[in-house]
Every structure is written in C-alpha cells, then in structure tokens.
C-alpha cells in the first residue's frame, strides 16, 4: 500500500508516515503490546483482553471495547438506512513497525510502498482495533441484526480504511514517548464547549432527534444562566469557564434525560415539522421551578454576589433538584402544560405551576436544614450516585406514608410507621434483590408506594413488623441505555427491628411479585 512520508531521519532509518490501511491487512499481523512474550504476536484474544499491559499501554478496558463495538455496528447500519455518513475513527491510529520484518520500498522524497507482514504494534488506538476484531469476529453469529445487515456491516469492515501514523524502526522506549505525548500532554476538549457547539443547531429531520435534544438542552442551560428571574442568573459557566455555581456541560448533561420517552419534555418524533417553537415552554417549567426552590429556601442559596455556590445550588443539589422536578408532572398533564404554554406566550413564569410545585414540595419544609444545611451528610459528596441517592431522600419525605396501619394496630405511633417506611426504603436502595436481578441489564428502586404495616409483633429486643407496598423501580435494558422504564411490582416484608428502631438486616425476607410481567 501507498504512504507518505511526513517526517525521516536519514542516519537512524527512521521515518514518520501517513497511510490509508485496510482493516483486513492488519487483521493478521496487528500485535497488541503485553507484558510476556514482548517479541512475539499474541493470537489469544482473551489473553490479550485480561493481561496488564506493562509497557506504555493502557490496560485493556472490557467495558469501554464493547460501547465501540455497539457505535462501530450502530453507526454503520445508520449509513445504511440513510440516517448519517458513518464516520467510525477519523483520528489516526499510531503503529510502529520495523523493516526487518515488513517490506519498505522507498519511491521518492515524499512516498513509498509498504506492507503489513508481521508484528505490527499498535502504540494508539488498541481499543478501537480490538472492537473491531471482536464485531468481525462475532457478526455471523449475532441473533440481533438481521441476515442483511450482517452482510452489510460484515462487508463495510472488509473495505474499512484506519487512517494511520505509522512509526517505522521506532524502539519501544520510543514508542511509549509517542504515547505518552498524545494522551497525556495534549488538552482534552472542554465538555462544555462540545455541547456548545455541537448544541448550536436544529434540524428539522427527525432522525436528527438525538442532536436535537442536546440543541433543546443546551438552549435550557442558557435560557437558566439569562433570565433575570432564575436563580442561576449569570451563575452557570458558559464554555465551562469563568465563574458560577455549576458547569454548562454539567446543566446539559442533567437536563437531557427528560426528553427520554419517559421523561416530561418527551416528543413524538413522528410528527412532522418539528420545531423547537413547539417546545418553548420548556424554559418556563425549568425557570418557575427552580424560582419556587429559592423562594421556599431563600437562606440555603449563597449571599448577593457570592461567585460560590452551596450545597443546594451546586451539582449535587442541582442534579437532584432536577430530577425531582421531573417526578413532580406526568409528561401527558394537558392541564399544568397548558399552564405553562400560556405563561411562555407572555414571556412571564408562570403562577400556576408555581403554586402547584410549592404545594408539593411543603413537606421538605420541615427537612431543609438536614437537606441543604451545611451539616447535610450530601454536603461533601458528589457524582451520579450521590446524586441519585440526594434525589431518593427527597422523594422519600415527599411520598412518606400517611401512617397506613391495619385496624389490628391503628395505635401505633407515626413516627414508628416513619422510621419502618425510612429503614426499609434505604434497604431496596442499597441491597440487591434475588427476584428483581434477572429482569433486565440492571434496575434502581426509585422508591416504593402505598405503603402499608399489616402487622406489628413486640419482642424481647425489639419488634418484628410485615408491611406490603409497591416497588417502583427502573429497568435498564443495556449499556447503552441511560434511562431505562420504570415498573411497579407488588411487594411484602418480613422484618426485624431493635429497641433502638434499627433494622436488622439479616432478618429482612422481601418478596417482590413480578408474575404479571414475567413467567
């Protein structure tokens, strides 16, 4: 195959080129670096998969090789149904290989001839390569794709190109300054400034929808950061710089799984014409909503002109928050929509919805202080699990049973009922369940409903309880599915407590009934 030469030292023999290669030509001769057996390929894929690779490499992520498997069949079978150009890896893939074992020809001072023979180590880039050995090697035998598109992507890969910098007689110490440089010394790109960018622009197509929902989220994060009425006014970092409370990438990010089909700004892509005009009352919800959390916790935000924010207003409480205001509507609720589009025509928030989610947010009034104080136990956490679990804490004193109890123990105090309802709900969340594991990839228990103590049993150290409820939980299908679906299954408990209310967790037997859903 042709390259071209970009760089070349006369005395050392080495040289820098530029080639166009066939995924088929490095099938067989690509050798992934490992830790033994450093002069010799390596034909054991497994072994390649689970060793550490010692020298400059990094170490071979399974998680990571199989999300570029599905984008590698995802974006070819895109191309094929005309949805957008496939563009797989247009960044180059480093090699490094030696001319006593691959033929060099020399034509000229800028071209030559090579090829591929043996030994050809990948100094960047082993992820992409390796997925793609593994989609190759595994299409025929894939029961998800149909005998068409198994032909089609089967062949895109036979004629599939890598664009590659390829090192000729680099040794590996030299290799691994190569390394090195590229993914260590050069500036990652701001995630802001990709939602910046790649948020900027509507198409009207629905196949578009997936760039359209970045475009309708990252216009929310902005609307946030100017209406004067938001208590992020001017406080979001735009491009992810300057000052503020939370970033614009981390605003986009939150914000975009309430456009899943689940979700309250969830749209029908069959309709025709769609228009992000249709969807502007979007920003009056997300601005009236965080209006009613300064307004019902003003002492909790930071000071006039503070440049830090506080736990409720930086990203732990923001993504929670968030999260919250998408559990208080359902995404059909023709009357609180109409509220709000009426609201967003006279470009004011709107009052009705406002009073709406102040009514419903009352009870953590009497919580703020354990919720948003600097004492909160979330104060000094972060992440999508702290996240998650501020969210369910939330949920948790909004949906806090009504002291549902049998007639058999209609006495029992509120705050016992209280402190079963807490001590159980924590116990979903943290412990797995045998009869929700084999539903689906994985679940989250969200929270539990209709909760009820059937029956309450004094012990020598404490007391035993039975209560029923539903489990409300989401399901998620696969890797790549962020979302998920919520169910709710019918649920009993049989449990032990201490004198001091604490729940014995060894004791605990949950009886989840999925045999509506599942045989």
Not at 51 to 59: C, D, N, V
């Amino acid at each position: 195959m042709k390259a071209f030469i970009q760089h070349r030292d006369n005395k050392g023999g080495k040289m820098v080129l530029q080639s166009l290669v066939r995924f088929m030509d490095l099938k067989g001769s690509v050798v992934f670096t490992s830790k033994t057996n450093l002069n010799k390929p390596i034909d054991d894929k497994k072994r390649i998969t689970e060793e550490s690779l010692s020298f400059y490499q990094r170490r071979i992520n399974l998680t990571r090789i199989s999300e570029i498997e599905n984008f590698i069949v995802n974006s070819i079978l895109d191309e094929k149904d005309g949805i957008i150009l496939a563009t797989l890896f247009p960044s180059s893939m480093i090699l490094a290989i030696n001319e006593e074992e691959n033929s060099i020809r020399v034509e000229g001072d800028d071209v030559c001839e090579i090829s591929f023979d043996k030994n050809v180590f990948i100094v960047d880039g082993q992820h992409r390569m390796l997925a793609m050995l593994r989609v190759y090697d595994k299409i025929d035998r894939n029961s998800q794709l149909s005998g068409e598109d198994k032909s089609y992507v089967k062949q895109y890969i036979e004629n599939y190109k890598f664009n590659c910098t390829v090192l000729l007689n680099y040794d590996l110490w030299e290799q691994g300054q190569v390394f090195i440089n590229v993914n260590f010394k050069q500036k990652p790109v701001n995630k802001s400034l990709y939602y910046e960018i790649f948020g900027s622009e509507y198409r009207e197509n629905k196949s578009d929808w997936k760039r359209n929902k970045i475009y309708l989220a990252h216009c929310l994060a902005k609307v946030l950061n100017e209406h004067p009425e938001s208590p992020y006014y001017k406080k979001i970092k735009m491009l992810g710089t300057g000052v503020g409370y939370i970033s614009q990438a981390f605003v986009v990010e939150t914000l975009l799984p309430h456009f899943s089909l689940n979700g309250i700004w969830s749209i029908d892509t069959n309709k025709e014409n769609l228009m992000p005009s249709d969807y502007t009352y979007f920003a009056t919800e997300l601005v009236s909503f965080f209006h009613v959390i300064f307004r019902m916790f003003p002492s909790y935000w930071p000071e006039e002109g503070a440049t830090k924010g506080t736990l409720i207003c930086k990203t732990t409480g923001f993504g929670a928050l968030s999260k919250l205001m998408g559990s208080l509507r359902d995404s059909d609720d023709d009357v609180l929509i109409a509220l709000l589009k009426e609201s967003n025509s006279h470009n004011e928030l709107c009052k009705g919805y406002m009073d709406y989610v102040e009514a419903k947010l009352k009870p953590l009034l009497n919580k703020a202080k354990s919720l948003f104080g600097k004492d909160s136990i979330f104060q000094n956490n972060s992440g999508k699990a702290a996240v998650s679990k501020y969210y369910k804490q939330m949920l948790s004193i909004l949906q806090k049973p009504n002291n549902r109890v049998s007639d058999e123990i209609k006495d029992l105090k509120e705050e016992k009922v209280d402190s079963i309802y807490e001590a159980i709900l924590d116990y979903l969340w943290n412990n797995e369940l045998d009869d929700l594991s084999c539903l689906s990839h994985h679940y989250e228990v969200e929270d539990v409903s209709d909760f009820q103590i059937d029956a309450y049993k004094p012990t020598e150290h404490g007391f035993k309880v039975t209560c029923r409820f539903f489990t409300n939980v989401s399901l998620f299908l696969d890797n790549e599915d962020e979302n998920g679906f919520m169910m709710s299954f019918p649920t009993k408990v049989n449990a032990s407590f201490d004198s001091n209310n604490e729940l014995n967790n060894e004791s605990i037997d949950v009886d989840v009934d999925t045999s509506k859903y599942f045989e």
